[in-house]
Nanobody, 126 residues
Framework: QVQLVESGGGLVQAGDSLRLSCAAS????????MAWFRQAPGKEREFVAA????????YYGDSVKGRATISRDNAKNTVYLQMNSLKPEDTAVYYC???????????????????WGQGTQVTVSS
């Protein structure tokens, strides 16, 4: 079983930067693909970024490409999402997700992920 706890959200202004963190429990964290998704009110959950277990494969959603960086520290059981040049349309609840298949390939599809955090709210004012 894996538990995920996100942090780092908040209210920021357009153009600001923010770093989200996701702390994971469980010994197998270092072998799991990890991802970030987000969901704005009235919209479907959207893929943001994913990272393979060794951090060698990174994938980004089109809406954040060039502005987001996903990274992980397996020694700390933590995955990060650095967001720069934030826009009001980035406002959403951001969720951390883990693929329970050891060594699985990163995916942009939410149903590929077995474990989810409770989310952290990011609000970007114009």
């Amino acid at each position: 079983q894996v538990q995920l706890v996100e942090s780092g959200g908040g209210l920021v202004q357009a153009g600001d930067s923010l770093r989200l963190s996701c702390a994971a429990s469980g010994r197998a964290f270092s072998r799991f693909t990890m991802a970030w998704f987000r969901q704005a009110p009235g919209k479907e959950r959207e893929f943001v970024a994913a990272i393979s277990w060794r951090g060698l494969n990174l994938y980004y959603g089109d809406s954040v490409k060039g502005r987001a960086t996903i990274s992980r520290d397996n020694a700390k059981n933590t995955v990060y999402l650095q967001m720069n040049s934030l826009k009001p349309e980035d406002t959403a609840v951001y969720y951390c997700a883990a693929d329970g298949q050891v060594g699985g390939l990163p995916s942009r599809y939410a149903d590929e992920y077995d474990y989810w955090g409770q989310g952290t709210q990011v609000t970007v004012s114009s």
